[in-house]
């Protein structure tokens, strides 16, 4: 599975950005894909996350509200439209994909990364 994200980039306080998260390769395998973000010295931590099965949707605290996850199936495609940024959703923010590899396993596939600076 690879994973190409883009959108990313630079927007002031309360502005909006669109993300978007193209899979190619074996994605009939991926049951659940999403984004995480990682600002500099912070650990990486999820955003958002889709369930390919059934939509079910989930958020981190700090994005409810103003992130929206969705995805498109036939363009083997995941969104992540957020409004209403803050200068601390400053991140690099990364796509991922993930596969069952066994009971209980799994295996995290993951983009390059997209840069969103939100300036104050």
């Known amino acids: 599975v690879q994973l190409v994200e883009s959108g990313g980039g630079l927007v002031q306080t309360g502005g909006s950005l669109r993300l978007s998260c193209v899979a190619s390769?074996?994605?009939?395998?991926?049951?659940?894909m999403g984004w995480y973000r990682q600002a500099p010295g912070k650990q990486r931590e999820v955003v958002a996350t889709?369930?390919?099965?059934?939509?079910?949707?989930s958020y981190g605290d700090s994005v409810k509200e103003r992130f929206t996850i969705s995805r498109d199936e036939s363009k083997n495609t995941i969104y992540l439209q957020m409004n209403s940024l803050k200068p601390q959703d400053t991140a690099v923010y990364y796509c991922?994909?993930?596969?069952?590899?066994?009971?209980?396993?799994?295996?995290?596939?993951w983009g390059q990364g997209t840069q969103v600076t939100v300036s104050s």
């Open positions: 390769g074996s994605t009939f395998t991926i049951n659940a």
């Open positions: 991922n994909a993930r596969t069952p590899a066994g009971r209980w396993m799994f295996d995290d596939y």
């Open positions: 889709i369930n390919r099965v059934d939509g079910t949707t």
